[in-house]
């Protein structure tokens, strides 16, 4: 079993930074395919990033590209989404994700990819 564990959310501003992290402890023997997702009550759960096993490849939403950056901790299977020039729209409950059996990176975008989730972690910007 694999426990994923966010942290770092809270309040900012518009025009303001946030960084949260993702932790992955457990039965794990390899680094996972690991994303971000965020939503929003009432509205469906919407991709923000994910980042490949090698941490080479990185796919974003249209809606933060240029904006966020996901990156890999030198620790495994750490990862942070890094979140610059925030908007209202961003607030939102952010879920780390991840995925044992990475496969083609125009599949990472769908939750339905990812059998591990953490609990989430509030993210608020004020206008």
């Known amino acids: 079993q694999v426990q994923l564990a966010e942290s770092g959310g809270g309040l900012v501003q518009a025009g303001g930074s946030l960084r949260v992290s993702c932790v992955a402890s457990?039965?794990?023997?390899?680094?996972?395919?690991m994303g971000w997702f965020r939503q929003v009550p009432g509205k469906e759960r919407e991709f923000v990033a994910a980042?490949?096993?090698?941490?080479?490849?990185?796919r974003y939403a249209d809606s933060v590209k240029g904006r966020f950056t996901m990156r890999r901790g030198s620790v495994q299977n750490t990862v942070f989404l890094q979140m610059d020039d925030l908007k209202p729209e961003d607030t939102a409950v952010y879920y780390c994700?991840?995925?044992?059996?990475?496969?083609?990176?125009?599949?990472?975008?769908?939750?339905?990819?990812?059998?591990?989730w953490g609990q989430g972690t509030q993210v608020t910007v004020s206008s």
């Open positions: 980042i490949s096993r090698s941490g080479y490849i990185i």
């Open positions: 457990g039965r794990i023997f390899s680094n996972l395919l």
């Open positions: 994700a991840a995925e044992s059996d990475a496969g083609d990176s125009d599949l990472w975008r769908s939750g339905n990819l990812y059998a591990y």
